[in-house]
């Protein structure tokens, strides 16, 4: 059984229905989670800033500027679902978390700022299943399992169940991911205290 079908399955059992095989199974279950699957994964990717799906780039700037507002516009890279921070150094990662951000905005595909050279992060499309956190399969099987509840078991009431746990999945993972790296954090406000 492939990861994408395990989680497919958490889903399907959240709302007591039957195991599949395949998202290619000839059942609505498989057809419904095949439908929704890669709009849940992302949608929950976009939600919260999982640690496994955190990227860093240097985009260099496009070609033409924008026709009016800031001087440079940046490609935002095809797989990252959301932009996170933009720095105009690669300093401020190592000071404290995102406090020397530049002034930015994100337009159509592009970071709009005045600065010439950023330094970016943001959360990746992530696709290898095997890669998720716990968490994350909780949460998106919660997502999977509210968008298909309707076509599958006809029951409104358990579509809101199910939206219920997305949002528990989401806050438990907000807890717990965000403590990640929390020490480091600590440590540099306490050292410009004491400055």
Request: aromatic share 8%; glycine share 4%.
């Amino acid at each position: 059984m492939t990861e994408k079908v395990r989680i497919a399955n958490i889903a399907l059992n959240m709302l007591g229905e039957k195991a599949i095989t395949s998202l290619d199974d000839d059942s609505d279950r498989a057809r419904a989670i095949k439908i929704h699957y890669e709009t849940a994964r992302d949608s929950t990717l976009e939600a919260h800033e999982w640690t496994f799906a955190i990227k860093r780039w240097i985009p260099s700037p496009d070609a033409t500027a924008p026709v009016w507002g800031p001087s440079h516009a940046f490609p935002i890279p095809s797989d990252v679902l959301r932009v996170i921070s933009v720095h105009g150094d690669n300093s401020s990662f190592s000071v404290t978390n995102d406090t020397e951000q530049v002034q930015w905005l994100v337009e159509r595909n592009q970071v709009v700022c005045d600065e010439e050279v950023i330094y970016c992060r943001g959360i990746q499309r992530v696709e290898e299943e095997g890669r998720f956190s716990k968490l994350f399969d909780q949460a998106l099987s919660a997502k999977l399992a509210s968008l298909v509840a309707v076509s599958v078991s006809a029951s409104v009431d358990l579509q809101a169940n199910m939206l219920g746990f997305y949002a528990q999945f989401l806050a438990d993972a907000k807890s717990r991911d965000g403590l990640q790296g929390r020490t480091r954090r600590i440590r540099n406000r306490t050292l410009q205290k004491s400055r």
